[in-house]
T-cell receptor, first 112, second 115 residues
């Protein structure tokens, strides 16, 4: 079956890099996403990567995909207090971004 | 990007009553809308998928008579929690997509508390 796993908590100091990891089981996943959820809010799409890519960089965000190990990571450079949130990894098999399977979310705490 | 709104953002209701949550796509036509429920440490669980003008498809384990979903127009879907119980208290999030979009656009969520 489909399963997406993440560690539940991560603490980093302001200015350091954060690396949030995700593993998934479905090798037919087409798209892999990272969403950010701030307290009491909905989900904000941060970035996504196609399964035929192994890296994508967008400003402070770097996504690495190891398709062989089914491992996805999100690196946030120069982490700020405003980055404190829950980060969800999600996978989708179809080309329309539907049929999502979400991980449990990683709560990132940024310490001053 | 596309905007999806939900109303209300917070609602408190008494046990046994029904409550309706609206999900609107503000600047695009949403051919498909999704309803999720967020459980602590269990992430978002898809409850149902609704296509405009047709009956919603519910995920296994979701009671369709308890969680009524209507998608009467291309910009509005509603979720009605009927005969609410305290265990229905949760954060409900909708998302919408269109035939042209490849991603889902999420609403801000509705916090339901059943007393």
């Amino acid at each position: 079956g489909e399963d997406v796993e993440q560690s539940l908590f991560l603490s980093v100091r302001e200015g350091d890099s954060s690396v949030i990891n995700c593993t998934y089981t479905d090798s037919s996943s087409t798209y892999l996403y990272w969403y950010k959820q701030e307290p009491g809010a909905g989900l904000q799409l941060l970035t996504y990567i196609f399964s035929n890519m192994d890296m994508k960089q967008d400003q402070r965000l770097t996504v690495l995909l190891n398709k062989k190990d089914k491992h996805l990571s999100l690196r946030i450079a120069d982490t700020q207090t405003g980055d404190s949130a829950i980060y969800f990894c999600a996978e989708s098999k179809d080309n329309y971004g539907q049929n999502f399977v979400f991980g449990p979310g990683t709560r990132l705490s940024v310490l001053p | 990007g596309a905007v999806v709104s939900q109303h209300p953002s917070r609602v408190i209701c008494k046990s046994g009553t029904s409550v309706k949550i609206e999900c609107r796509s503000l600047d695009f036509q949403a051919t498909t809308m999704f309803w999720y429920r967020q459980f602590p440490k269990k992430s978002l669980m898809l409850m149902a998928t609704s296509n405009e003008g047709s009956k919603a498809t519910y995920e296994q384990g979701v009671e369709k008579d308890k969680f009524l979903i209507n998608h009467a127009s291309l910009t509005l879907s509603t979720l009605t929690v009927t005969s609410a119980h305290p265990e229905d208290s949760s954060f409900y999030i909708c998302s919408a997509t269109s035939d042209e979009a490849y991603e889902q656009y999420f609403g801000p969520g509705t916090r339901l508390t059943v007393t």
